[in-house]
T-cell receptor, first 113, second 115 residues
Framework: DADVTQTPRNRITKTGKRIMLECSQTKGHDRMYWYRQDPGLGLRLIYYSFDVKDINKGEISDGYSVSRQAQAKFSLSLESAIPNQTALYFC????????????FGPGTRLTVL | GDSVTQMEGPVTLSEEAFLTINCTYTATGYPSLFWYVQYPGEGLQLLLKATKADDKGSNKGFEATYRKETTSFHLEKGSVQVSDSAVYFCALSELIKAAGNKLTFGGGTRVLVKP
């Protein structure tokens, strides 16, 4: 079984719709991250959370919100989707302590028409 | 702010050829450096890492050396296989809080290995 799962894997929606992307992990990690991937731009950080009560904006948080429902769950919401939010979205986790490696989910491909 | 620059692709090679992907970085402190690989339809996987100057990371025949003097972390493999076809991302991490870090990624380099 995958350690970091994302649902849905693919989603097509229309401009103005609210959509939620979900991430669950069984790794027991405290830190969770949401990134978006656009061609040629690598991955850019949207939001990150160090525990259930600690949520922080990343470099491109406008138009997005998050919820850390539990240590294992971190959801990303688009309140009113727009076409330039069409991208591949990745969730990642990281344990506490000195290691800096992050573990990525398989991604959600979102298309906003 | 921190940034990572890597060579644009796609890079097309024949099997058993030598692969180099250049990566340079800008950081204010002493970051850790990473190479991640993304196979088609999958998420990113850590390929190798180095945490301080002159460290060499290696895995699956790939190597990269942390060069502080040239702020570089070039990825190399001596003999590529078709299964190495993927997108490769260079990344760095620096502490942003006492208890955490964030990754800054390069734009990715697509590598296609032909039989």
């Amino acid at each position: 079984d995958a350690d970091v799962t994302q649902t849905p894997r693919n989603r097509i929606t229309k401009t103005g719709k609210r959509i939620m992307l979900e991430c669950s992990q069984t790794k027991g990690h405290d830190r969770m991250y949401w990134y978006r991937q656009d061609p040629g731009l690598g991955l850019r950080l949207i939001y990150y959370s160090f525990d259930v009560k600690d949520i922080n904006k990343g470099e491109i948080s406008d138009g997005y919100s998050v919820s850390r429902q539990a240590q294992a769950k971190f959801s990303l919401s688009l309140e009113s989707a727009i076409p330039n939010q069409t991208a591949l979205y990745f969730c990642a986790t990281r344990p506490g302590g000195g290691t800096s490696e992050q573990f990525f989910g398989p991604g959600t491909r979102l298309t906003v028409l | 702010g921190d940034s990572v620059t890597q060579m644009e692709g796609p890079v097309t090679l024949s099997e058993e050829a030598f692969l180099t992907i250049n990566c340079t970085y800008t950081a204010t402190g002493y970051p850790s450096l990473f190479w991640y690989v993304q196979y088609p339809g999958e998420g990113l996987q850590l390929l190798l890492k180095a945490t301080k100057a002159d460290d060499k990371g290696s895995n699956k025949g790939f190597e990269a050396t942390y060069r502080k003097e040239t702020t570089s972390f070039h990825l190399e493999k001596g003999s590529v296989q078709v299964s190495d076809s993927a997108v490769y991302f260079c990344a760095l991490s620096e502490l942003i809080k006492a208890a955490g870090n964030k990754l800054t990624f390069g734009g990715g380099t697509r590598v296609l290995v032909k039989p």
